[in-house]
């Protein structure tokens, strides 16, 4: 299994056990999916009716995303002038983070990163912004969008912001 952690903030993002699309050599897609989770469903192995209780006690269920929920990422928000100052100091962190590592990728990068940042720009009302368990600000901002039948949510990583573990 593969986990995908930022290289900025060191944060979880996702892992393999989504279906990953690699977009234009710039980023991946993540499809996710609405899920219905439980909380405090904790079985204590008492009976509640031989005790007096109530058993039909509403639990509080509620439907979250399984990637937000699983990778604890965190909704924020950017208005785009906001989003562009933030996105240019993040893709000069990244061009530095692969001069470092792996110089050759930097024109790739540049060109995939700018084509990329370009659609979001032109799409920009689509997207929700979501921040990894750390809250750097530094960091990787994933965007949540929908497929074309609007009820199929999926993220955008950029690939060059990412850093495969195996599990």
Known sequence: MLLYRD???GDEL???????????????????????IKEGDVDI??????????????????????????FRLTETSF??????????GYM????????????ERVPIFEKNAAALVKKI?????????YVGESMDPEGMVALLNYREDGVTPYFTFFKDGLKEEKL
Request: proline share 4%.
């Open 7 to 9: 290289i900025i903030a």
């Open 14 to 36: 996702f892992s393999d056990a989504y279906p990953i699309k690699l977009i234009d050599d710039a980023a991946y897609e993540v499809d996710c999916a609405m899920i219905t």
């Open 45 to 70: 192995g008492a009976n509640p009716s031989a005790e007096g209780g109530d058993e039909g006690v509403d639990e509080s269920a509620q439907t979250v995303n399984n990637v937000i929920h699983s």
């Open 79 to 88: 208005d785009k002038k906001s989003y562009m100052t933030y996105i240019k």
């Open 92 to 103: 000069k962190a990244l061009k530095a983070k692969l001069q470092e590592s792996n110089p």
């Open 121 to 129: 720009l032109g799409n920009f009302k689509d997207y929700e912004f």
